[in-house]
């Protein structure tokens, strides 16, 4: 062997995954899906070749479905009234002395016509479960949802805690594309803890029943919460199975005046591996990464987790608060739209057109 062959052998050694990694990525970038035991296996990767090599058959899977296209959410947090105390939210109804606002119908109007002539494809109306707002038969919800669909001409995702079933053809009708409803975690007995006193199968039925009414669904899990890799792996499959078109993955981050508020913060390493992971399950799912957990620096890894959707775009100036970081790169303008833009050049990827992104929803969109 000469010192060539052997330089090159040991170059080659060092940029390869495992053996069983690299068999199961190879049927994942064939779009063959993978079954439990593969999943859980990607999300449990420790080795540092095997998770790079994750991340790029995500990203080839990404851009064979959907090119180097990247569709970006606008985002109007409007009440931070909740009448739930999750353990981990900063807006818990428990967590006194908070400065809260409920944003009237003609600010949101004008927001959301503000985030349309930015050029975002989607609006999403954001709210805690406000009592206000689902006083007398959730009339300010719909009315709501139906004044800034009389005044845009993009997509509406509606995150407005959990509902009755009732009430989802309402917010169809009303002109909601979306429905988002996160259970953050897949083990009963962590969604207790998370989501304290709230009824699990409540929560997931969301989906179904949104679903029955014509609505798309989003549905997000939570790292970083005491979650196993096995949790993980129930989750992405649990996600798949709901149905749901868009699913997420966001990594906790501790908030003031919460129970959880000292718990150590992890990275996002293992909200990246659900993304990819996700990614490779369910190739044509959108799937978001949120500028809510980093900011703009966490965007490109996102991108290079297999992402297609940049969501959590808020504009500056206007006292909107994020979720989980109320105030990151808000007020500096690094989560507007121009900005956004303008680092999605830098990664050779563009903003789809709302053309682009109707017809990619149109595609997904259930029979009521
Ligand atoms: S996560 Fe949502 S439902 Fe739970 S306390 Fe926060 S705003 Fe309320």
Redesign the pocket.
């Given at each position: 062997m000469t010192t060539e062959n052997t330089t090159r052998d040991v170059i080659t050694r060092a940029v390869r995954p495992s053996e069983d990694t690299e068999g199961i990525l190879s049927k994942a970038s064939e779009c063959r899906g993978l079954d439990r035991n593969e999943i859980e296996a990607l999300v449990s990767l420790k080795d540092g070749r095997d998770i790079e090599r994750l991340f790029e058959t995500a990203q080839e899977v990404r851009d064979r479905m959907f090119g180097n296209r990247i569709s970006v959410y606008g985002f109007v947090y409007f009440s931070?009234h909740?009448?739930?105390?999750?353990a981990?939210?900063?807006?818990?109804?428990t967590n006194t002395g908070l400065p809260r606002y409920r944003k009237t119908r003609e600010e949101v109007v004008s927001l959301s016509c503000d985030l349309e002539d930015a050029g975002v494809n989607l609006v999403d109306l954001t709210m805690?479960?406000d009592p206000v707002m689902y006083a007398d038969g959730y009339a300010g919800l719909i009315d709501m949802i139906s004044s800034v669909n009389e005044a845009v001409d993009v997509a509406i995702m509606a995150s407005p805690?959990a509902l009755p079933p009732e009430v989802f053809p309402r917010i169809r009708e009303a002109g909601a594309d979306w429905y988002a409803c996160y259970q953050e975690t897949h083990n009963r007995e962590l969604f207790q803890r998370m989501?304290l006193d709230q009824d699990y199968d409540f929560r997931l039925s969301q989906k179904a029943w949104a679903r029955s009414a014509g609505l798309l669904t989003e549905e997000g899990m939570l790292t970083g919460i005491g979650d196993t890799a096995k949790d993980r792996a129930d989750s992405i499959l649990e996600m798949g199975e709901l149905g749901c078109q868009q699913i997420r993955a966001m990594t906790f981050v501790p908030q003031c005046g919460t129970p959880m508020q000292d718990r150590r913060p992890t990275d996002s390493l293992s909200e990246r591996m659900a993304m990819a992971v996700m990614r490779l399950a369910y190739p044509d799912r959108l799937i978001p990464a949120s500028l809510d957990v980093e900011g703009t620096d966490g965007l490109a890894s996102r991108i290079d987790a297999g992402a297609n959707i940049i969501t959590s775009i808020v504009p500056p100036h206007l006292n909107l608060a994020g979720?989980a970081q109320h105030d990151l790169d808000i007020d500096n303008g690094h989560r507007s739209v121009q900005h956004i833009i303008e680092m999605l050049d830098g990664m050779g990827r563009k903003v789809s057109t709302n053309n682009e992104y109707k017809s990619m929803i149109e595609a997904r969109r259930p029979k009521a």
């Amino acid at each position: 062997m000469t010192t060539e062959n052997t330089t090159r052998d040991v170059i080659t050694r060092a940029v390869r995954p495992s053996e069983d990694t690299e068999g199961i990525l190879s049927k994942a970038s064939e779009c063959r899906g993978l079954d439990r035991n593969e999943i859980e296996a990607l999300v449990s990767l420790k080795d540092g070749r095997d998770i790079e090599r994750l991340f790029e058959t995500a990203q080839e899977v990404r851009d064979r479905m959907f090119g180097n296209r990247i569709s970006v959410y606008g985002f109007v947090y409007f009440s931070t009234h909740c009448r739930n105390s999750c353990a981990f939210c900063y807006y818990r109804q428990t967590n006194t002395g908070l400065p809260r606002y409920r944003k009237t119908r003609e600010e949101v109007v004008s927001l959301s016509c503000d985030l349309e002539d930015a050029g975002v494809n989607l609006v999403d109306l954001t709210m805690g479960e406000d009592p206000v707002m689902y006083a007398d038969g959730y009339a300010g919800l719909i009315d709501m949802i139906s004044s800034v669909n009389e005044a845009v001409d993009v997509a509406i995702m509606a995150s407005p805690g959990a509902l009755p079933p009732e009430v989802f053809p309402r917010i169809r009708e009303a002109g909601a594309d979306w429905y988002a409803c996160y259970q953050e975690t897949h083990n009963r007995e962590l969604f207790q803890r998370m989501r304290l006193d709230q009824d699990y199968d409540f929560r997931l039925s969301q989906k179904a029943w949104a679903r029955s009414a014509g609505l798309l669904t989003e549905e997000g899990m939570l790292t970083g919460i005491g979650d196993t890799a096995k949790d993980r792996a129930d989750s992405i499959l649990e996600m798949g199975e709901l149905g749901c078109q868009q699913i997420r993955a966001m990594t906790f981050v501790p908030q003031c005046g919460t129970p959880m508020q000292d718990r150590r913060p992890t990275d996002s390493l293992s909200e990246r591996m659900a993304m990819a992971v996700m990614r490779l399950a369910y190739p044509d799912r959108l799937i978001p990464a949120s500028l809510d957990v980093e900011g703009t620096d966490g965007l490109a890894s996102r991108i290079d987790a297999g992402a297609n959707i940049i969501t959590s775009i808020v504009p500056p100036h206007l006292n909107l608060a994020g979720v989980a970081q109320h105030d990151l790169d808000i007020d500096n303008g690094h989560r507007s739209v121009q900005h956004i833009i303008e680092m999605l050049d830098g990664m050779g990827r563009k903003v789809s057109t709302n053309n682009e992104y109707k017809s990619m929803i149109e595609a997904r969109r259930p029979k009521a």
